[in-house]
T-cell receptor, first 114, second 113 residues
Framework: EDQVTQSPEALRLQEGESSSLNCSYT??????LFWYRQDPGKGPEFLFT???AGEEKEKERLKATLTKKESFLHITAPKPEDSATYLC???????????????FGGGTRLMVKP | DTGVSQNPRHKITKRGQNVTFRCDPI?????LYWYRQTLGQGPEFLTY????????KSRLLSDRFSAERPKGSFSTLEIQRTEQGDSAMYLCASSFRDRYEQYFGPGTRLTVT
């Protein structure tokens, strides 16, 4: 069964204290791995797509990386406005086509204190 | 793009009542998805439309749930005979043709009392 596990569940950082969030996955035939940011009471906001091991994507203070078993979201010198829940999700191949269902992890709740 | 919109944003209903939610996808996005999210969890897939055709449904989608997408534009999700366990955030997402990124709306929060 496909599984996506995120750790830690919650992370408290001081402003400027860099850290990494982990997303480990078990899926037969990964088509893509996605990172989203979700603020309380809002829908997930798309951040990155990673397709193959070794790929990296960057946006402002965030950098996502992918291996064959896990993905990391590195946050460099975070600011209080980076506080949110970060979700990762996987999309797998089905019958030689990309599936349509994203399977999400439980998320990491990030709190950055000034 | 104006983004995915959902209405209503909040709905409080009594157990046993029927509710209907609406989703308007990003224009020209032919794929539309419904997810459900409970507190502290990631979204769970419910169903998927390509244009007006409903092509995939999760086992989570019981007989009390029905979704439509007439004319391949907006979509509705109806829950009949609501139960307290239906209380959740219902999220709609859309994507464009062969692109895999799904863009989410703000969600409809359902509370069943």
């Amino acid at each position: 069964e496909d599984q996506v596990t995120q750790s830690p569940e919650a992370l408290r950082l001081q402003e400027g204290e860099s850290s990494s969030l982990n997303c480990s996955y078990t899926v037969s035939g990964l088509r893509g791995l996605f990172w989203y940011r979700q603020d309380p009471g809002k829908g997930p906001e798309f951040l990155f797509t990673l397709y193959s091991a070794g790929e990296e994507k960057e946006k402002e203070r965030l950098k996502a990386t992918l291996t064959k078993k896990e993905s990391f979201l590195h946050i460099t010198a975070p600011k209080p406005e980076d506080s949110a829940t970060y979700l990762c999700a996987v999309l797998k191949w089905e019958n030689n086509n990309a599936g349509n269902m994203l399977t999400f992890g439980g998320g990491t709740r990030l709190m950055v204190k000034p | 793009d104006t983004g995915v919109s959902q209405n209503p944003r909040h709905k409080i209903t009594k157990r046993g009542q029927n509710v209907t939610f609406r989703c308007d996808p990003i224009s020209e996005h032919n794929r539309l998805y419904w997810y459900r999210q409970t507190l502290g969890q990631g979204p769970e897939f419910l169903t998927y439309f390509q244009n007006e055709a409903q092509l995939e449904k999760s086992r989570l989608l019981s007989d009390r749930f029905s979704a439509e997408r007439p004319k391949g534009s907006f979509s509705t999700l109806e829950i009949q005979r609501t139960e307290q366990g239906d209380s959740a955030m219902y999220l709609c997402a859309s994507s464009f043709r062969d692109r895999y990124e799904q863009y989410f709306g703000p969600g409809t929060r359902l509370t069943v009392t």
